[in-house]
């Protein structure tokens, strides 16, 4: 029996180490078979740029019609299709002019632009955005996205506000990270921009901008660094402006010394349209596709021109061949060559209409509700006045970029009529006219910084309309803010003043009903300080996407409750944020960004400046404490993580989203820090009456400062205070810790 069952024992024992051995002949077997796909995909790359002809190889570094870089028919490569993607896949155009294709299948979901997303202070939606937007690209066979766009919001002025998310460069890489990884899970590269430093639209050709290098490091790199480490981004832009002399399509610091030997980047970089402005100097620096207008595609820098250069050995043509095959290599990457398995995609769905949505409805900010009048209570309301042109409002289109064509763009207007009961009567009037000066290039010049003085009038009969429907209502929501024609692209904003005399609109408004609330759209900060004044009610909403006016009208009916937060900082006055206090915006030929580190709420909290509304605000209509704050250990090595636990207490009637802000201050530094910088955050899910217990993760690593001297972060010893809010100016809790 003992023999028998040592026996027993004995093959039990080599069927184990059989079967050991067989897994882990099959994960080396794996492991190899990845290493030849690779090895594969290399040696048919080197292949395939043997065979290629010099204007061949030529033809694959510039473009070859409005949004294609060129492809070798013969061998089987294809052209680089490219798509805008700001606010979704960008309606086709013709090949060789901005003139719409005139399809009639090239609909696309007008999803919330990055303010609005931003706002949400949410990585899983920012996720859910990227992996819609990368079907959709998918669907249109595209093979490059061209967003996010990632840059630093240094100016509450900027005409692309409402298109970058934040002003600050955590909370900016940790929505970037999970937007990109969600596009590229769908076969599609993402091309991040504007790298770098790209932070007015004023003079953005031709201005020189001059910063430290730490305040590079600290504040305008980090999105962009977490976009390629973590990310894997496989496209860069490259930017319109100078940094230190170099135009960004052929500076050498940024695109090789920084993007590729530093953070180790394999992909391509692609230069804003018309940014190139050298041959030679471009290729050698970094750049590798040239796109644009509007001169013909082959009096591109890199067309013709390189074909002489290479010709007259100005440049090798093994230079030549190191961006053809950084080419290849993402266009197999995205399975473009190979086409085995890759995504098909959908476009303009019920669920992609749905991911638009759960956006928008996490957007809306709260920012005043003194008499408790939202959520809207109907028990009394016959009648509703709904006033102002930014009720019926569509903000897919227009401005100057990249817009959608979209089927759906539910209005606000027509959100309220989707929602209101029947027997609510809606009393509309139009409240203001949008009036624009025009320039000779049809531009909307007087919202630039240069253009005539804004036409600021309200029309009276218009006005008259608006006074009577708020008189024979019940109560009134005003509409006002600004859309896309006015916050756009190629132009910076005049000041912070509100157009077309809304203003003067909401102040006779309220006089003559005074249970009115005001609702804000727009993607940048305006002065509201008299609107606020006057209004018990204030919200603020963005360029929200399809179902914007339904998620705006579920918030204002409490269907849902609004946990957007501000990604900016919220001026009283415009000199009192940092570009201007220091009189560095917007520059001539050069802007030095004086301010450093001290962005946005950096700057506000530091130098004990009240802003308007601060980073990170937002109310919600229930109430939420912070307790039990406290950290796993009370020391820390650099190597270590920091975990901060507490319990976020909804005290309120109703179930809500909170979101805990993790602020850091190292007050003993022996170098110049921001009184406070965002290090953590989480948004969660309480119900009322209930408590949730919260977890943020902190690696000391990100309390390191970037020293220009040794060229290296470090993480200083000594005491650093952790502080949890619900904004940069409401800390409800704080705690300390010890670095060693």
Known sequence: MRNSVKNITLLLTLLLIISCNQESKKAKELANSSDTISLKNESEIDSLI????????IGMLHGNSMFTSGGVERLGIPELKMADGPLGIREEISRNSWANAGWDNDFATYYPAAGGLAATWNPELSYTLGNSVGQEARAREKDMLLSPAINIIRTPLGGRTYEYFTEDPFLNKKLSVPFIVGVQDNDVMVCVKHFAVNNQETNRGTVDVITDERTLREIYLPAFKAAITEGNAHSVMGAYNKFRGDYLCENDYMLNKVLRDEWGFKGVVVSDWAAVHSTVKSLKNG????????????????????????????????????????????????????????????????????????????????????????????????????????AKKKNALGGFGAGVKTKREVTPL???????????????????????????????EEVTLHGPTTVNQLDQNI???????????????????????????????????????????????????????????????????????????????WFNGSEGGNALADVLMGTVNPSGKLPWTMPKNIEDSPAHATNSFPGDETVEYKEGILVGYRWFDTKNIEPFYPFGYGLSYTNFEILDLKTNQESYSSNDSIEVTFTIK????????EVAQLYVSNPTSSVEKAAKELKGFKKVFVKSGTSEKVTIQLPVKELAYYNIEKKEWIVETGTYNLKIGNSSRNILKEISVTIK
């Not at 043997?50 to 190889?57: C, G, N, P, R």
């Not at 609510?424 to 409240?431: D, F, H, L, P, T």
Request: proline content about 3%; glycine content about 6%; aromatic content about 6%.
């Open 287 to 390: 750049l590798d596709i040239e796109m644009g207008t509007p001169k013909p595609f082959n009096e591109f820098f890199l067309a013709d021109k390189l074909i002489a250069a290479a010709k007259a050995g100005e440049i090798s043509e093994e230079e030549i061949n190191k961006h053809v095959k950084r080419i290849l290599h993402v266009l197999y990457q995205v399975k473009a060559i190979t086409g085995d398995d890759r995504v098909k995609g959908s476009i303009a769905t019920e669920a992609h209409y749905k991911d638009a949505y759960d956006i928008a409805a996490e957007s809306v900010v709260l920012l005043k509700n003194e008499k408790n009048t939202l959520p809207l209570k109907l028990n009394n309301i016959k009648s509703i006045a709904v006033i102002g042109n930014n």
């Open 650 to 657: 909804n005290t309120g009637n109703v179930d809500g989203k």
């Open 463 to 541: 006005l008259e309309e608006a006074l009577i429907a708020a008189k024979n209502s019940d109560m009134a929501i005003i509409f006002a803010g600004s859309n896309r024609d006015y916050e756009t692209e190629a132009s910076d904003r005049r000041d912070l003043k509100l157009p077309f005399g809304q203003e003067e609109l909401i102040k006779k408004v309220i006089a003559i009903n005074p249970n009115t609330i005001v609702v804000m759209i727009a993607g940048a900060p305006f002065d509201l300080q008299d609107v606020e004044k006057n209004a018990s009610t204030l919200v603020w909403s």
């Open 414 to 444: 027509e959100g309220l009529k989707n929602r209101l009961p029947e027997n609510i009567k809606i009393n509309y009037a139009e409240g203001y006219l949008e009036r624009y000066s025009k320039n000779e290039n049809d531009q909307k």
């Open 50 to 57: 043997s065979l290629m002809t010099i204007e061949e190889k």
